[in-house]
């Protein structure tokens, strides 16, 4: 059974910094894309950033040159640093996991990223 668990988001003022995990666990780790999605209240999900098995990253062009995403596979983990965080920045975060050449996908459960002004 496919489990992806986040944690790490919580309340920050605006500038400062979290790192956001997502630790996989009933997957081949290293066959899957892993990718974060944030959305807010009356909003469709946004996209936020992607690394794939290979470690090809795409990143939205909101969040360019303030966020990181990387992948451990040893730990079966993959992380979102935000840095520079901005009040719109506030959403709920939620991992996915996209196994390779397919429409297999998987979702965590979200956490809550709040950014005061």
């Known amino acids: 059974q496919v489990q992806l668990v986040e944690s790490g988001g919580g309340l920050v003022q605006a500038g400062g910094s979290l790192r956001l995990s997502c630790a996989a666990s009933?997957?081949?780790?290293?066959?899957?894309?892993m990718g974060w999605y944030r959305q807010t209240p009356g909003k469709q999900r946004e996209f936020v950033a992607t690394?794939?098995?290979?470690?090809?990253?795409n990143y939205a062009d909101s969040v360019k040159g303030r966020f990181t995403i990387s992948r451990d596979g040893a730990k079966n983990t993959a992380y979102l640093q935000l840095n520079t965080l901005r009040p719109e920045d506030s959403a709920v975060y939620y991992c996915?996991?996209?196994?390779?050449?397919?429409?297999?996908?998987?979702w965590g459960q979200g956490t809550q990223v709040t950014v005061s002004s």
């Open positions: 690394i794939t098995r290979g470690g090809t990253i």
């Open positions: 996915y996991a996209k196994l390779t050449l397919s429409t297999i996908e998987s």
């Open positions: 009933g997957i081949v780790f290293s066959l899957y894309a």
